[in-house]
């Protein structure tokens, strides 16, 4: 039960700490330009670039496999450790108090080991996050630095930042920003084969 509530608060945190990722690597002077005069104004929701062009929902699926992969070893592993304090239990009675700690330390160790793989499966999990994001966040800046140069915005503001709380009328830029990613992708694509 505590590994199914595990895997559910890492299934739950995926998007959340891909976004966090992506705004702890990238820093915001790379997208925000100085304001000047009747400036334009433009937003990006870097989440749905990040969960909808096609080398995060590529990281997103691979981490699931991993994840669902990781989740029967150690689903098996908590079987076997129920079964041994199942049995311990039933026992117990019938063992000297020398043989009761034996099984009952011999049961702790299992536990704290299993748990420990447990924590440390959730932290490669998130270092494998924020490697793919971070690359998908750097590319994305670079690419929303160079269309809002040629479109002459005047500021790129990120939507889900803490910062902004209100912007008059700003151009979304995040459906053209995905689609140049995905083509920009391609082209890196081609030229590799």
């Not at 989740?71 to 304090?85: G, Q, S, T, Y």
């Not at 500021?155 to 830029?173: H, I, Q, R």
Request: aromatic share 6%.
């Amino acid at each position: 039960m505590h590994f199914s509530g595990l895997l559910r608060q890492v299934r739950q945190l995926l998007p959340l700490l891909v976004l966090c990722t992506a705004y702890a690597r990238t820093s915001p002077a790379q997208a925000v330009a100085t304001p000047g005069a009747g400036g334009k104004y433009a937003v990006v929701d870097m989440q749905a670039v990040i969960l909808n062009v096609e080398e995060g929902k590529s990281a997103r699926a691979d981490l699931e496999k991993q994840i669902k992969a990781k989740e029967k070893d150690l689903l098996k592993k908590k079987e076997e450790l129920d079964k041994m304090n199942q049995e311990w239990e039933k026992q117990a009675p019938l063992l000297n108090e020398q043989a009761r700690m034996g099984k009952q330390k011999e049961f702790q160790e299992k536990f704290m080991s299993l748990r420990n793989e447990e924590m440390s499966f959730q932290n490669e999990i998130k270092g494998k996050e924020q490697a793919a994001t971070q690359k998908i966040a750097i590319a994305v800046s670079k690419l929303v630095n160079d269309m809002a140069k040629q479109r002459g915005f005047e500021m790129v503001f990120e939507t889900n930042s803490a910062g902004l709380l209100y912007l008059k009328d700003p151009v979304d830029m995040t459906k053209d920003v995905i689609a140049a990613f995905e083509a920009q992708s391609k082209k890196g694509n081609t030229a590799k084969k």
